[in-house]
């Protein structure tokens, strides 16, 4: 119960990591909100939750998009009576060299990873600084710090996303919200299935070779993303801001 009668708000909740979130959020005494794009996904994390006898709601929402944004937090804080945490981990998945990638592109990937937070954020304000122990965990990932082939948008956008969780960390401080990132390596979610078929790979060897540069030798499962943005969302984090909890098996080292 470390999250014992918290309010709050998982985007990307219907899939993967955000849906490893909620679940974790929700077993250890939170009420969450599922705010994501895809409506079955949501409904699916809902009834895990529900099942499990925990409290929470599914928001269609497009983080991308202002408006969308602004209703869900509205009824997020209905349903919850206020708003204590956010977490940002919806994301568009946008690869390619420079050359590859068209304006297009740039909007969505930029729109979602980077404007859909700052939208988040921006909404929830009004509410986080009414809370005793406000604070924002943005899912980033390792491809905000390092480089890799043919990845150049989606690195672009998770840099940005660290920058941005330092800048808030800096002028959120005089409300006492805390924000932090989390940095995945590779991890096991829809979202892998999604690039090996785009890269027609052959799944174990795909697994195998992404799990292969970490100390560990494997890739991670969303629940150990889960536990190190529990920690940051809970109490036991009160004294860290600005920072970035990296969770890659050593893959980064
Ligand atoms: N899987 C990995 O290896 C890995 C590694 C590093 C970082 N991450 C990060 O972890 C987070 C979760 O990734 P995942 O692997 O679980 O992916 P996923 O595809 O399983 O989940 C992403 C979720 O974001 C939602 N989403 C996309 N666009 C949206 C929008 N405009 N508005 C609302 N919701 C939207 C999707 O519907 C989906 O439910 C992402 O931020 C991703 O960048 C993942």
Not at 69 to 81: C, H, Q, T, Y
Not at 109 to 132: R, W
Request: charged share 20%; glycine share 8%; hydrophobic share 45%.
């Amino acid at each position: 119960m470390r999250l014992k009668s918290k309010k709050v708000i998982v985007t990307g909740g219907a899939s993967g990591i955000g849906r490893a979130i909620c679940t974790v959020f929700a077993a250890e005494g939170a009420s969450v909100v599922i705010a994501d794009i895809d409506e079955p996904g949501s409904m699916e994390t809902l009834s895990l939750i529900q099942s499990a006898g925990g409290h929470a709601a599914a928001i269609t929402t497009d983080v991308s998009s202002e408006e969308s944004v602004a209703k869900m937090i509205s009824a997020s804080e209905s349903f919850l009576g206020g708003i204590d945490i956010l977490v940002n981990d919806a994301a568009a998945f946008v690869f390619g060299k420079l050359e590859d990638v068209s304006r297009k592109d740039w909007e969505v990937v930029f729109g979602v990873n980077v404007i859909g937070a700052s939208n988040t954020v921006k909404h929830s304000l009004p509410f986080l600084k009414k809370s005793a122990s406000p604070n924002i965990v943005n899912i980033a990932s390792v491809s905000g710090f390092i480089a890799q082939p043919a990845f150049v948008p989606y690195n672009a956008s998770k840099g940005a996303l660290l920058q941005l969780t330092k800048c808030m960390a800096m002028d959120l401080s005089e409300f006492k919200i805390r924000v932090n990132s989390v940095c995945p390596g590779a991890i096991y979610t829809p979202a892998t299935e999604r690039h090996i078929a785009f890269e027609n790979a052959d799944r174990d060897e795909f697994l195998k070779k992404a799990g292969e540069g970490s100390f560990l030798k494997r890739v991670g499962r969303p629940e150990e993303v889960a536990y190190a943005a529990l920690f940051l969302a809970s109490d036991e984090a009160s004294f860290i801001t600005g920072t970035q909890l990296v969770v890659d098996g050593g893959a980064t080292v």
